[in-house]
């Protein structure tokens, strides 16, 4: 008889343990002390529970340099379709500069090339705009001095009098593929200045807006935690403490301290 009111006695008492455990639960942390000591506590968090806060200017570095990395980091490094198309779209770009610097340097080698073999030209037209202008626009060094002189235009004689840069095209096709080229010249460098601050922009472009998905992913986790609707996955227990604490005793000795939250638990 003894044996079954002892055996009773324990039942409730376990039953009256654990709805006090629920209690406390309910109510918002459960804490589980180790040894406790009236010292100095460090506080530690533990990195698993703890709440991932993406700055705006990491956002925004990380998507200057890479469009959609920053996109990416935002979202905890889940690879988003917002950020591949930033990324693909800065390929793209990347792309037609590339291509176009290409032609521009093929365009040098057979500007020099036609000029040289064509013209009898020893100086590089590319080193002077006015210069490949003026070859390009007459056939010979002859006719060009003849137009300066009667145009009075005497500052620009040096294209005309120096043996240096004295031209005169063999045939008039080669003259009309010089002009081609030189045309082709000026086009592909605008392309590539415009296609160069394109980049640029874009980049900015990319940095700003995640800049400010950084922000309102920070907002909404301060909303979060001070009381706002919780986000999924926050009602349920996990298995690790939430924060570990040592209490170092002046004796040396060291007191543990674990903190397990339960439910949503609010400041």
Known sequence: MRTRTAATTQARGLVLGMVCLMALGLSGVMTVHVVAQSTPTIDVPMEGNAAFTPSPQGAFLRSFLVPGWGQRWVDGGVASANA??????????????????????????ALETQAFRHAGVQVSPLDDRAYALAISSYLNSETY????????????????????????????????????????????????????????????????????????????????????????????FSVLPDRVQWHPGLDGSVALRLSWSIGHTRP
């Open 84 to 109: 591949t198309r930033w990324t693909v779209g800065d390929l793209g770009i990347w792309i037609l500069l590339i291509n176009n610097a290409w032609r521009k340097d093929v365009n040098a080698g």
């Open 145 to 236: 001095l003849e137009e300066l002189l009667r145009a009075r235009a005497f500052g620009n004689l040096t294209y005309g009098e120096d043996p240096l840069y004295a031209w005169s095209w063999d045939d008039i096709s080669s003259y009309r593929s010089f002009q081609a080229l030189r045309e082709e010249r000026e086009t592909l460098q605008r392309r590539v200045l415009t296609l160069t601050a394109t980049l640029v922009g874009y980049r900015l472009l990319s940095g700003v807006f995640a800049a400010r998905k950084a922000s309102l992913a920070g907002a909404s986790a301060t909303t979060t935690a001070h009381g706002g609707p919780p986000d999924e996955g926050s009602n349920r």
